[in-house]
């Protein structure tokens, strides 16, 4: 067929011939060029978690963590239980509301994802991420707020909606990546489509659904602007559904932060520390469950 | 070269029936059996002529079936014969698996897919509109090409298809028995609740044979079921095949020309035409193909002229 090359005309296997040279050094130049674009990436990270760590650590105790304001949040002491007890409350309310539809939207889409609605729920969930999460606060405090009042509840759905197009595409990628050949192994054995679904789909892609549902649950945790239109304050722990105002981690940082006191914005910075760490804990949880059978063992 | 047959074929269009004989190859232009398009018991599925006509647990007739504009198999009669292990054989992306699953509605699943002509299932036709494809696939049975085990427990991956059914009796029970009659149950017995993706390709396959059988089906379609497996493990699903054929009707797809030589009691030849659509050049008892082929195609497909 083709001439073979001889021995002789074949290059050294030292590369110090040709332009190897020139090759080699340009390897080395973009090694070190995406290195340093790695370590400039992690400056603001590590930065964010030193500073948070390095402020909060000092006001961080087990007052803080299990007390509420005291009398006088003037004074140094007292904590944000209330916060976490409201962050935890609407972001289970939340997760509640935003899981369930996810993922039954999610597998609408990859099971008839030639349907004209599957093209538009998949569209506005996209449309949905972008919108600022003020917008969502606004939208629940026209919609909900003014005629029912604030609380857990509306401040929960507010989370929710946040959640909900997260929820969609991250589990909408998870079902897409069930091999089609166990389902068909599954229609194989006479299984309809929802014993299919729910016995062959969910299950293979459940690490993966409470990865992205961990990690929507996460983002949540940490919204701020539409827990102010719909939860507004409160002073102590709330367990009320409706009706009260409710709090959360967030909006008391963002409230004593920008107090006056000295006090407070340490119990600030010790509140900051106690999110991040709530949700790092979140985001390990799913990272954990995700890595475990991703598809066997 | 169909080129030829097909010339042959319109300046003698008398030549429309085979007869079993040993006239030499040449005279007899291979495309006559394609166009043969009466299906009379005689041509293709003479093969089986010492069965009873009831005998027969499927019976094609003039199937064509057609993904959206594009015919993928056409003119395809043949009769599948009780108990028996057939073959298709072919060149890749004649249709041979396309076939085979229009024998199960698995068709069904590929969208566009449309599947014209009949076929009967023990009579009935399993693509009259008020058969439920669900059924059919309990009734027939399917083994994939790639072993695909359920990311589940060996015992729960058998015991998959039972449950679907609501099955009452004692699944421990059948779950050993339908391991033991793929021959995976020494292997395994001590493992039930181990992964079954953890068995090796050639367990993984026993184990989905055991998943297909653990329904009781009439009928087991095996697509390719060895092409992903060592000569070893295709040797022991061979074994396998000929004790299930006492209780079980198998068809299977290869592409391995010794294996449905070696393993199966009748097999039928598919090629692909000009249009690229596959179908029947003839179908024989097996051994009857592999060493006097009627026609001329099959003969240049198993001594490796073609394919």
């Given at each position: 067929m083709t001439a073979m090359t001889g021995p002789l005309q074949r290059p050294p296997l030292?590369?110090?011939?040709?332009?190897a040279r020139r090759r080699t050094a340009f390897n080395r130049a973009m090694g070190v060029v995406l290195s340093a674009a790695v370590l400039l990436a992690l400056i603001p990270l590590v930065l964010i978690i030193a500073v948070i760590v390095a402020n909060g650590l000092p006001a961080m105790n087990w007052e803080f963590l299990t007390s509420t304001f005291n009398?006088?949040?003037?004074?140094?002491g007292g904590g944000y239980l209330h916060g976490l007890v409201g962050t935890l409350y609407m972001g289970g309310l939340a997760a509640l509301m935003s899981i369930p539809i996810g993922i039954a939207a999610a597998i609408y889409l990859t099971e008839y994802p030639r349907q004209r609605l599957a093209g538009l729920v998949r569209f506005f969930a996209d449309v949905m991420t972008g919108v600022p999460s003020v917008f969502v606060g606004l939208f629940v405090y026209t919609l909900l707020v003014r005629q029912i009042g604030f609380g857990t509840f509306v401040g929960a759905l507010s989370l929710a909606i946040i959640m909900l197009p997260i929820v969609v595409r991250s589990s909408e990628e998870i079902l897409k990546l069930v091999p089609g050949e166990l389902k068909r192994g599954s229609y194989a054995l006479g299984a309809r489509h929802w014993q299919t679904i729910f016995r062959v789909t969910l299950p293979t892609a459940a690490p993966g659904l409470i990865t992205g549902a961990m990690l929507a649950v996460a983002r949540a945790l940490g919204e701020t602007a539409p827990l102010v239109l719909?939860?507004?304050?409160?002073q102590s722990v709330v367990l009320d559904f409706q009706g009260g105002g409710q709090t959360a981690l967030p909006l008391l940082i963002f409230r004593e932060a920008r107090g006056a006191f000295e006090a407070g914005q340490q119990r600030a910075w010790a509140g900051a520390l106690e999110l991040m760490a709530l949700v790092l804990l979140l985001t390990i949880i799913a990272r954990t469950i995700g890595a475990r059978s991703r598809y066997g063992r | 070269m169909t080129t030829t047959n097909h010339e042959d074929q319109g300046r003698q269009p008398g030549m429309n029936r085979i007869t079993?004989?040993?006239?030499?190859?040449?005279?007899?232009?291979?495309a006559t059996v394609l166009r043969?398009?009466?299906?009379?018991?005689?041509?293709?599925t003479a093969a089986a002529s010492?069965?009873?006509?009831?005998?027969?647990?499927f019976e094609l007739d003039e199937v064509r079936v057609r993904y959206g504009d594009f015919t993928?198999?056409?003119d395809i009669s043949f009769k599948v014969p009780r108990n028996r292990i057939t073959a298709i054989i072919g060149p890749?992306?004649?249709?041979k698996s396309t076939v085979l699953r229009s024998l199960n509605r698995m068709?069904?699943?590929?969208?566009?897919a449309s599947v014209l002509g009949r076929i009967r299932y023990n009579g009935e036709?399993?693509?009259?509109?008020?058969?439920d494809a669900v059924e059919v696939r309990r009734r027939i049975g399917m083994v994939f090409q790639k072993p695909n085990?359920?990311?589940?427990s060996i015992y729960d991956n058998v015991a998959f298809g039972p449950r679907l059914n609501g099955y009452k009796g004692d699944m421990d029970e059948l779950v050993e028995a339908s391991l033991r009659r793929a021959a995976l149950w020494d292997e395994v017995k001590d493992k039930l609740?181990?992964?079954?993706?953890?068995?090796s390709g050639g367990q993984q396959q026993r184990l989905c044979i055991a998943r297909a059988i653990a329904v009781e089906p009439d009928v087991i379609l095996m697509?390719?079921?060895?092409?992903?497996?060592?000569p070893i493990a295709t040797l022991r699903i061979e074994e396998l095949m000929f004790e299930l054929k006492e209780n079980f009707t198998i068809i299977i797809v290869t592409h391995n020309m010794q294996q449905a030589a070696r393993a199966s009691d009748v097999t039928a030849f598919l090629t692909m035409g000009e249009d690229r659509a596959g179908y029947l050049v003839e179908m024989a008892p097996t051994e009857r193909l592999f060493t006097?082929?009627?026609s001329r195609l099959t003969e240049d497909y198993i001594t490796g002229r073609f394919g």
């Open positions: 030292k590369t110090s011939g040709g332009n009398f006088s949040r003037r004074e140094p719909t939860a507004l304050a409160a | 079993i004989d040993l006239k030499p190859r040449q005279e007899e232009p291979a043969a398009r009466t299906p009379e018991p005689a041509d293709a010492d069965l009873e006509p009831e005998d027969f647990v993928a198999v056409r890749s992306g004649c249709g068709n069904d699943l590929v969208p566009g036709d399993i693509y009259d509109p008020e058969v085990p359920f990311p589940k609740r181990s992964n079954g993706l953890s068995l697509d390719e079921p060895c092409s992903a497996l060592d006097r082929p009627e």
